[in-house]
């Protein structure tokens, strides 16, 4: 369903009773990469999964974007379902959300899970990401996708599931030019928080094959964190929640039942 929240038009979907639990994608997906999680964690708690301004069928509402802009959008959405305190699950570009807005709305936020979880891109990696802003814009979506299928899938998932591969190149190129560069460009420009400020449980998902959120990264981010729980998920790249769905929802589930 489609839901207007001040100057967007969001497409979102609302499951289940109970808690809440709100899942956020990151660069070029939208709220389909949850679809495993989503059936399996609304049987126990409210669900929302939507996409971000600028991807999947969320308006693109300006040309500029940044995590702050995000942030708000997703503070705009609770307040819309008026919903106060939540579960946020996050994906790649869309931990570094969650992780701010835990930061800027600590009372609102009863934990994080990070499924390749992000810290502050480094230099080479924002340069990387301008220059596929760039790509993007001149050339299309078709430029980047099986770069980013190459770099983000498990070898098992490449080559013993071509299928998924193929769903996942056509996720990507779905996704509108305009809203992907601009999303590469906020991604870039993201801060890393004072993870010190984060005091609710975090869980950390990674794939043991994962070549852009890898394992060191997530046990940086482990051991920054004050309350934090390291799950690694073998054969696994960076799209684990479609890679591994039953391993996510397993690890998921287990942590949200004890908060």
């Given at each position: 369903?489609?839901?207007?929240?001040?100057?967007?038009?969001?497409?979102?979907?609302?499951?289940?009773?109970?808690?809440?639990?709100?899942?956020?994608?990151?660069?070029?997906?939208?709220?389909?990469?949850?679809?495993s999680?989503?059936?399996?964690?609304?049987?126990?708690?409210?669900?929302?999964?939507?996409?971000?301004?600028?991807?999947?069928?969320?308006?693109?509402a300006?040309?500029?974007?940044?995590?702050?802009?995000?942030?708000?959008?997703?503070?705009?959405?609770?307040?819309?379902?008026?919903?106060?305190?939540?579960?946020?699950?996050?994906?790649?570009?869309?931990?570094?959300?969650?992780?701010?807005?835990?930061?800027?709305?600590?009372?609102?936020?009863?934990?994080?899970?990070?499924?390749?979880?992000?810290?502050?891109?480094?230099?080479?990696?924002?340069?990387?990401l301008?220059?596929?802003?760039?790509?993007?814009?001149?050339?299309?979506?078709?430029?980047?996708?099986?770069?980013?299928?190459?770099?983000?899938?498990?070898?098992?998932?490449k080559?013993?599931?071509?299928?998924?591969?193929?769903?996942?190149?056509?996720?990507?190129?779905?996704?509108?030019?305009?809203?992907?560069?601009?999303?590469?460009?906020?991604?870039?420009?993201?801060?890393?928080?004072?993870?010190?400020?984060?005091?609710?449980p975090?869980?950390?998902?990674?794939?043991?094959?994962?070549?852009?959120?890898?394992?060191?990264?997530?046990?940086?981010?482990?051991?920054?964190?004050?309350?934090?729980?390291?799950?690694?998920?073998?054969d696994?790249?960076?799209?684990?929640?479609?890679?591994?769905?039953?391993?996510?929802n397993?690890?998921?589930?287990?942590?949200?039942?004890?908060?």
């Amino acid at each position: 369903m489609f839901k207007a929240i001040k100057d967007l038009q969001v497409n979102c979907e609302v499951k289940g009773n109970g808690d809440t639990v709100v899942f956020v994608h990151g660069l070029g997906g939208s709220l389909n990469i949850w679809n495993s999680q989503v059936n399996v964690c609304s049987r126990y708690f409210k669900t929302i999964a939507y996409d971000l301004r600028g991807s999947g069928r969320t308006d693109l509402a300006g040309p500029e974007y940044s995590i702050d802009l995000w942030v708000e959008d997703l503070k705009n959405l609770l307040d819309s379902e008026e919903v106060e305190r939540v579960h946020l699950v996050g994906h790649s570009m869309g931990t570094l959300i969650i992780q701010h807005f835990a930061a800027v709305y600590p009372d609102r936020v009863n934990s994080l899970t990070l499924v390749g979880g992000l810290t502050e891109i480094p230099e080479a990696g924002k340069s990387g990401l301008y220059e596929r802003s760039h790509l993007v814009s001149e050339k299309g979506m078709d430029a980047v996708a099986d770069l980013v299928i190459e770099g983000g899938l498990s070898a098992c998932s490449k080559h013993e599931n071509n299928a998924l591969a193929g769903l996942v190149r056509e996720l990507l190129q779905r996704n509108h030019p305009e809203g992907y560069a601009a999303s590469c460009k906020a991604l870039a420009n993201g801060k890393a928080i004072v993870y010190e400020q984060v005091q609710v449980p975090v869980l950390l998902i990674v794939g043991d094959e994962d070549k852009v959120t890898p394992l060191p990264m997530a046990k940086q981010l482990h051991a920054k964190f004050p309350h934090a729980k390291l799950e690694v998920i073998a054969d696994c790249g960076h799209w684990a929640t479609v890679e591994k769905p039953s391993e996510v929802n397993r690890a998921l589930l287990a942590f949200l039942h004890t908060i």
